[in-house]
Every structure is written in C-alpha cells, then in structure tokens.
C-alpha cells in the first residue's frame, strides 16, 4: 500500500457490530474497527474492491441516540485475514452525517480498546 494515506487512527472496538447492505439487507460481515471516516470490515468473503455500497450498522440498543447508521462508501481493497477463513476489507465513507459521525465518536469512546 506504500504510503499510508490515513488521516484518522482506527480504532478497534471490543466488539464485532453487524454490517449490512442496504439493498439485498444481506449481512456483508462485521466492523474490526472504525474512524468517522470509514471502518474495516471482516468478512467470510472477499468485498470487490472499487465498489460503491451503503451499509447499515446496527449498534447495540439503548446505548447512543441511533440505533443504525447507514454508511455510503467505497471498498479500496480487500485481502485475506491472519485466519485464513475470512477476508478484510477497507472501507472508506467520505461523508458521514453529523448525528452519525456524533454516535461514531461515541462508540469509539466508549468500545474501543485503549492505545
């Protein structure tokens, strides 16, 4: 990937949320870790890479003022994880409403791990 192009740190949560796509509400996989600006995905299969989707994250009820976000973005690549029965992927979202980005700062504060 040469040059690490990344503005934002990730951050891994303590938990796997449920990613879907929005047209087929088929379930893609699960967030590894997430910024305001885009999140990597596991999955059991690889995501094309280049492809415009919009998926929904459902989080945990009760916890923040949403209970799904929906992301639309691109997948800027995908290769196969350290086990070698999944996939991950990068998923960039140039914009991302101010109430999500607001509920993303959140879930990062309060289920990520620590640095």
Same mark, same amino acid.
């Given at each position: !990937?040469?040059?690490?192009?990344?503005?934002?740190? #990730? #951050?891994?949560?303590?938990?796997?949320?449920?990613?879907?796509?929005?047209?087929?509400?088929?379930?893609?996989?699960? %967030?590894?870790?997430?910024?305001?600006?885009?999140?990597?995905?596991?999955?059991?299969?690889?995501? /094309?890479?280049?492809? =415009? !989707?919009?998926? #929904?994250?459902?989080?945990?009820?009760?916890?923040?003022?949403?209970?799904?976000?929906? !992301?639309?973005?691109?997948?800027?690549?995908?290769?196969?994880?350290?086990?070698?029965?999944?996939?991950? =992927?990068?998923?960039?979202?140039?914009?991302?409403?101010? @109430? @999500?980005?607001?509920? %993303?700062?959140?879930?990062?504060?309060? /289920?990520?791990?620590?640095?």
């Amino acid at each position: !990937m040469g040059v690490e192009s990344r503005i934002l740190k #990730r #951050r891994q949560l303590v938990y796997y949320l449920k990613l879907y796509d929005v047209e087929t509400a088929e379930q893609v996989g699960n %967030v590894v870790d997430i910024t305001t600006r885009g999140c990597k995905i596991i999955s059991k299969e690889p995501l /094309a890479e280049g492809k =415009t !989707m919009s998926l #929904r994250l459902d989080l945990p009820e009760g916890l923040y003022s949403l209970t799904t976000i929906v !992301m639309t973005g691109k997948t800027l690549w995908s290769r196969p994880d350290i086990n070698p029965d999944f996939y991950v =992927t990068g998923f960039e979202v140039p914009r991302l409403g101010a @109430e @999500e980005r607001k509920v %993303v700062r959140e879930l990062i504060e309060q /289920a990520a791990f620590n640095d």
